[in-house]
């Protein structure tokens, strides 16, 4: 069965993305008031696909594509930083 990182690497691949980062913060969350489930991620995602985006777009493009993690209840919450490679190396 693959990693919630392989999952979510998978799913984003649609955005070419340059550099992929995952870090898995579940534990420091635990006991969390509402978390039914799912785990607390976050990810950096460096891609030319943001490029011309606002950020609240990028967001919205990373989240779209991972929508059925969170309603199935694998992601509670996901800390995306979503930048452009000009962005990123400057």
């Avoid at 006991?31 to 891609?47: E, K, M, Q, T, W």
């Avoid at 990028?58 to 209840?73: A, E, N, T, W, Y």
């Amino acid at each position: 069965m693959p990693t919630m990182q392989e999952m979510i690497e998978g799913r984003l691949k649609s955005l070419r993305p340059e550099i992929f980062e995952f870090r898995d913060d579940s534990h420091l969350h635990e006991g969390h008031a509402g978390n039914r489930g799912g785990g607390h991620y976050a990810i950096l995602l460096v891609s030319e696909a943001f490029a011309g985006v606002s950020r609240l777009n990028r967001q919205r493009m990373v989240k779209d594509l991972l929508q059925d993690f969170f309603s199935d209840g694998l992601i509670h919450a996901l800390s995306v930083k979503a930048v452009t490679p000009e962005e990123y190396f400057h």
